[in-house]
T-cell receptor
């Protein structure tokens, strides 16, 4: 099935560092959503993006909807240990309400 | 406002048995989605329902799997005659009528022995 290309696959950083991850597609998307999933739990919505070029922040998190509508990135500033987890991008194409997902970026933070 | 509720959280079934997974959406949400997740992978869409209607079941296997969202009560994902390959985490999400954000429950981890 169709999936988004999400990179990097994993990251290991020091506490306090900034983090950047992105998602790309060969198709145009109408919405981009970023989720965080902790082990044994469901994904938690972090940021939702609806317009090309939109830049949205949620605390230390910032995400942008790419101008071409084929990509999005998520930045985390000044990482802390509780940022550890798997971050997923997901999006909608056309009028279809089903979400298409990336494979996730696994983030590890060294205190 | 309670979040999306799923039960059971863990379910063990022997091959050939039936599995029933339940999902109660957030209050005010009339759209329900079911996704499946294998270890080390992203979520895969299965089905999208509104009250008493299946809107999109393009991700559902053609056999043994069914879903419903009755007028009253939770949404049910039903897997008949389970096989080992059905072992996975199954997540339910809900969204309000006019928004695209989907909010997820904690999932049901199905293990088929």
């Amino acid at each position: 099935g169709q999936q988004l290309n999400q990179s990097p696959q994993s990251m290991f950083i020091q506490e306090g560092e900034d983090v950047s991850m992105n998602c790309t597609s060969s198709s145009i998307f109408n919405t981009w959503l970023w989720y965080k999933q902790d082990p044994g739990e469901g994904p938690v919505l972090l940021i939702a993006l609806y317009k090309a070029g939109e830049l949205t922040s949620n605390g230390r998190l910032t995400a942008q909807f790419g101008i071409t509508r084929k990509d999005s990135f998520l930045n985390i500033s000044a990482s802390i240990p509780s940022d550890v987890g798997i971050y997923f991008c997901a999006g909608h194409r056309g009028n279809n309400r089903k979400l298409i997902w990336g494979l996730g970026t696994s983030l590890a933070v060294n205190p | 406002n309670a979040g999306v509720m799923q039960n059971p959280r863990h379910l063990v079934r022997r091959r050939g048995q039936e599995a029933r997974l339940r999902c109660s959406p957030m209050k005010g949400h009339s759209h329900v989605y079911w996704y499946r997740q294998l270890p080390e992978e992203g979520l895969k869409f299965m089905v999208y329902l509104q009250k008493e209607n299946i809107i999109d079941e393009s991700g559902m296997p053609k056999e043994r799997f069914s879903a419903e969202f009755p007028k009253e009560g939770p949404s049910i994902l039903r897997i008949q005659q389970v096989v080992r390959g059905d072992s996975a985490a199954y997540f339910c999400a809900s969204s309000p009528p006019s928004r695209d954000e989907q909010y997820f429950g904690p999932g049901t981890r199905l293990t088929v022995t």
